[in-house]
């Protein structure tokens, strides 16, 4: 089946620095999503980005399709970037989406 | 908007008894999908509708587990004969287009 992988699995930053996640997938995806997850909190959808980049606020995403990666950058985190980042993709043989590990952040004060 | 609404936000039940769990999707979506997170497992998908038709189950335990949608505005997910291993955050996602919009999960926790 397919396979995510999302490095590093974890990742302490001091407020004010940039991160880079990486998302691997082991087939073509034709959805990929990026999700953040607060502890005890619902998946919220960062971004919907199957190929290409997009920006929003100080996050960017960046899909090379026929690479099987993605990423994610954040810029002048913030301690409220704390969380998990989570990686999903499917491809055409079904609908489901098939998740990362996560990367876990915390963004010291 | 209200999102995906899941319910109840927690649920304690004993070994061998029966948990309900509910999701009313967003209004409008025609896919609903319901995935469980565990410390250990991670995110798993459990078992997809599309206008309301079972079209993946492929993530179902298959003895105690089922699902249904008898109608667009909600989806239950049952399980008979809890064990301890089904403790988890069962989540329920909807969706239009591409992108899935999640809920906020139903914690169940198995004594």
């Known amino acids: 089946g397919q396979q995510v992988q999302q490095s590093p699995a974890s990742l302490v930053l001091q407020e004010g620095e940039n991160a880079e996640l990486q998302c691997n997938f082991s087939s073509t995806a034709t959805r990929l999503q990026w999700f953040y997850q607060h502890p005890g909190g619902r998946l919220v959808s960062l971004f919907y980005n199957p190929s290409g980049t997009k920006h929003t606020g100080r996050l960017t995403s960046t899909t090379v399709t026929n690479e099987r990666r993605s990423s994610l950058h954040i810029s002048s985190s913030q301690t409220t970037d704390s969380g998990t980042y989570f990686c999903a993709m499917n491809n055409n043989a079904g609908a489901k989406l098939t998740f990362g590990g996560g990367t876990r952040l915390t963004v010291r004060p | 908007n209200a999102g995906v609404i899941q319910t109840p936000r927690h649920k304690v039940t004993g070994k061998g008894q029966e948990a309900t769990l509910w999701c009313e999707p967003i209004s409008g979506h025609s896919a609903v999908f319901w995935y469980r997170q565990t410390i250990v497992q991670g995110l798993e998908f459990l078992t997809y509708?599309?206008?309301?038709?079972?079209?993946?189950d492929s993530g179902m335990p298959k003895e105690r587990f089922s699902a249904q949608m008898p109608n667009q505005s909600h989806s239950t997910l049952k399980i008979q004969s809890t064990q301890p291993q089904d403790s988890a955050v069962y989540l329920c996602?909807?969706?239009?287009?591409?992108?899935?919009?999640f809920g906020p999960g139903t914690r169940l926790t198995v004594l």
């Open positions: 996602a909807s969706r239009t287009g591409g992108e899935q919009y």
């Open positions: 509708f599309r206008n309301q038709a079972p079209i993946d």
